[in-house]
């Protein structure tokens, strides 16, 4: 039986709260109505979802691998929605997605000038789920940073990135013009939370060039809290430069690191879609030459 989204929606509210009255408040349903609406999807999946007790609701394994796929196929419920809208308003709209720090208006603006009866949105995008906003449909294209990792993408690449180190600003390494990985072997590296374990290696230099392992510290779920735990000597963090610039803080410094590999930005988007408006937008940055200079 195929899954309802209505009922994937209700087990959702329950999973995040462990609650089924204060799920049902929010949902803005009866309790006895969700309780149903929950027995009756664990009847279509075949297998139980929670463990209900008189003081406790808990997730059995099956409902904890549901929450995990479920936030996406909401994702692309909506994403195909979206596409629909967007195809009936005679396609002239553009999603378009970017990561903090690179800098799109040269080439949205000549698209723009080229294109004015195209309707541009911007939608942020972020580590944790950059590669399935693309793959969805929630963004028709995106300038977003390496490593890709989902097949099924096509890039075309724009520039290179080179690395910074964030450090509290009273490190005693602070004060240096440019480091060597070598020079900040021994600092706790934050971790990203929720990102693919590529782009996790990637940006903590995970392996070092001499295969060692960096020593990890805190979880962070955003910027705020990288320059959060930075600050407070709870590890160091490798960003790309432009990142960097957005945000100066007192009490952190950013120190280009001279041996690291380079970063990469590339223009990105479905493979199995053939869009003219993407196809301008390349056109667009190859008429205003290389971005990030």
């Given at each position: 039986?195929?899954?309802?989204?209505?009922k994937?929606?209700?087990?959702?509210?329950?999973a995040?709260?462990?609650?089924?009255?204060?799920?049902?408040?929010?949902?803005?349903?009866?309790q006895?109505?969700?309780?149903?609406?929950i027995r009756?999807?664990?009847?279509?999946?075949g297998?139980?979802l929670?463990?209900?007790?008189?003081?406790?609701?808990?997730?059995?394994p099956?409902?904890?691998?549901?929450?995990?796929d479920?936030?996406?196929?909401?994702a692309?419920?909506?994403?195909a929605?979206d596409r629909?809208?967007r195809?009936?308003?005679?396609?002239?709209?553009?999603?378009?997605?970017?990561?903090l720090?690179i800098?799109?208006a040269?080439?949205?603006?000549c698209f723009?000038e080229?294109?004015?009866?195209?309707i541009i949105?911007?939608?942020?995008?972020?580590?944790k789920d950059?590669?399935q906003?693309?793959l969805?449909?929630?963004?028709?294209?995106?300038?977003?940073r390496?490593?890709?990792?989902?097949?099924?993408l096509?890039t075309?690449?724009?520039y290179?990135e080179?690395?910074?180190?964030?450090?509290p600003?009273?490190?005693?390494?602070?004060?240096?013009t440019?480091?060597s990985?070598?020079?900040?072997?021994?600092?706790?590296?934050?971790?990203?939370?929720?990102?693919?374990?590529?782009?996790?290696?990637?940006w903590?230099?995970?392996p070092?060039?001499?295969?060692?392992r960096?020593?990890?510290?805190?979880?962070v779920?955003?910027?705020?809290?990288?320059?959060?735990?930075?600050?407070a000597?709870?590890?160091v963090?490798?960003?790309?430069?432009a990142?960097a610039?957005?945000?100066?803080?007192?009490?952190?410094t950013?120190?280009?690191?001279?041996d690291?590999p380079?970063?990469?930005?590339?223009?990105?988007w479905?493979?199995?879609?053939?869009s003219?408006?993407?196809?301008?937008?390349?056109?667009?940055?190859?008429?205003?030459?290389?971005?990030?200079?």
């Open positions: 039986m195929d899954l309802d989204l209505r994937l929606r209700y087990f959702i509210a329950v995040e709260r462990l609650h089924f009255g204060q799920a049902a408040e929010a949902l803005h349903i009866t006895p109505a969700l309780s149903r609406q009756q999807l664990e009847h279509d999946v297998v139980d929670f463990v209900r007790t008189s003081r406790e609701v808990t997730l059995t099956a409902g904890e691998q549901l929450l995990h479920a936030g996406r196929l909401l692309a419920s909506h994403a929605r629909a809208r195809a009936g308003e005679d396609g002239r709209h553009l999603t378009v997605g970017f990561m720090g800098d799109t040269p080439a949205l603006q723009a080229r294109h004015p009866d195209v949105h911007l939608k942020r995008l972020r580590w950059y590669d906003a693309l969805d449909g929630r963004v028709d294209v995106g300038f977003v390496l490593p890709l990792v989902p097949e099924g096509s075309m690449f724009l290179n080179p690395f910074t180190v964030a450090l600003a009273d490190h005693p390494l602070a004060g240096k440019s480091l990985i070598d020079d900040i072997a021994d600092e706790p590296v934050l971790h990203y939370a929720d990102a693919d374990p590529a782009w996790n290696a990637f903590r230099i995970d070092r060039p001499d295969g060692s960096p020593r990890s510290g805190p979880v779920h955003d910027i705020e809290e990288i320059v959060e735990y930075v600050r000597g709870r590890g963090m490798f960003f790309p430069s990142i610039s957005l945000f100066p803080r007192p009490h952190v950013y120190v280009p690191v001279a690291a380079l970063g990469g930005v590339v223009l990105a479905d493979s199995t879609r053939h003219p408006l993407i196809a301008a937008l390349a056109e667009a940055i190859l008429e205003t030459g290389p971005l990030g200079r």
